[in-house]
């Protein structure tokens, strides 16, 4: 997988390459699908939510430019995989997930792997978690229609977040810093996620 997927495909960082050994990805689906585990694929976890396809996870962290020293917020606990992977990376993560039921089985995993520097919270993931704010970097694992007005606020100066932004037909990956003037956007590409539900997300 890392060989093939990632550093075939540009992934350069050795933390993030380094971290993606490490974690044994195939704990974080369900039994049935460990044979698929480290496809190049994302994969149903239950609850209409989806595990990030391993390139993806990559990408997404290694655009975050971790040096070991911040403090994270995660947007989407799901499994609980892109958690372990940025525990790996950062100081801190804080993760929240909307659905209880993920959140809890995340936990009992990451509990079982030794995982300490990890708060996991059960909310609406739009609005972030200000208690902790600001944050070195912002990870958002679901797509929204738009960036989430509380996400940017919850950024240090200097702070990175990256989501994907679009609709059900077309989503880009975006990479947002906070300046000390302002905010510096980049797109990265094109991405394919499940909905961000939420107050500054998608509504039912």
């Not at 790996?88 to 509990?111: G, P, T």
């Not at 990956?173 to 590409?189: A, I, N, T, W």
């Amino acid at each position: 997988m890392v060989q093939d997927q990632l550093i075939a495909r540009g992934i350069q960082d050795r933390r993030v390459i380094a971290a993606m050994r490490r974690i044994p990805r195939h704990l974080f689906i369900d039994s049935g699908l460990v044979n698929r585990a480290y496809d190049d694929s994302a994969l149903p976890i239950g609850q209409k939510q989806t595990l990030s396809q391993p390139y993806m996870a990559a990408r997404m962290t290694e655009a975050l430019g971790l040096s070991g020293k911040e403090k994270v917020l995660e947007i989407g606990t799901g499994s609980g995989y892109q958690t372990a992977l940025l525990a790996e990376l950062c100081f801190n993560v804080f993760s929240v997930e909307k659905i209880r039921a993920l959140s809890r089985k995340a936990r009992e995993l990451l509990d079982r792997l030794g995982f300490h520097n990890i708060a996991l919270h059960v909310g609406d993931g739009t609005v972030g978690w200000s208690e902790h704010a600001p944050y070195d970097a912002i990870i958002v694992a679901a797509s929204a229609p738009d960036l989430p007005r509380p996400l940017i606020e919850q950024l240090s100066v200097g702070g990175k977040l990256i989501i994907p932004v679009g609709d059900d037909e077309s989503q880009v990956l975006k990479l947002v810093q906070r300046e000390p003037s302002g905010f510096h956007r980049e797109d990265l590409g094109e991405c394919r996620f499940v909905k961000l539900w939420g107050k500054f997300g998608w509504q039912d």
